[in-house]
């Protein structure tokens, strides 16, 4: 991971995105969910420069993210190079799997040293 934060790669999370939407609203009108997560990585990934690279850190977290990703991808020609397992307890998860039979899906640890 140190390897990856060298680089000068803009590091995207929804966590962080996440914070200055709920900043600008009302406790009862904040954006909550699956749904909003979305909307806030779409505006970031369609407002970005073409050909910026990017790390994102949980996001996609559930397998329709990771296929709404994909669209994404596809739609604007942008070839995703690996996706980094950093957790093993996630290995079996769908969206794992579904990076694995794409054959993007990389371990951590072979990136460390």
């Not at 803009?10 to 997560?37: Q, Y």
């Not at 970005?48 to 559930?62: E, I, M, Q, S, Y």
Request: charge should be neutral; glycine fraction near 2%; aromatic fraction near 8%.
């Amino acid at each position: 991971m140190n390897r990856i934060c060298s680089l000068n790669l803009e590091h995207v999370s929804p966590a962080r995105l996440m914070r200055p939407e709920i900043s600008r609203r009302p406790s009862s009108s904040a954006p909550a969910g699956d749904a909003a997560t979305v909307a806030l990585l779409r505006r970031w990934f369609w407002s970005r420069k073409p050909d910026a690279g990017f790390v994102l850190t949980d996001f996609p977290a559930t397998l329709l993210q990771a296929k709404v990703f994909d669209e994404w991808l596809d739609a604007r020609a942008v070839p995703l190079d690996a996706v980094i397992l950093a957790d093993a307890a996630t290995a079996a998860s769908p969206v794992a799997e579904h990076y694995r039979t794409l054959g993007l899906l990389t371990e951590a640890a072979e990136y460390a040293a």
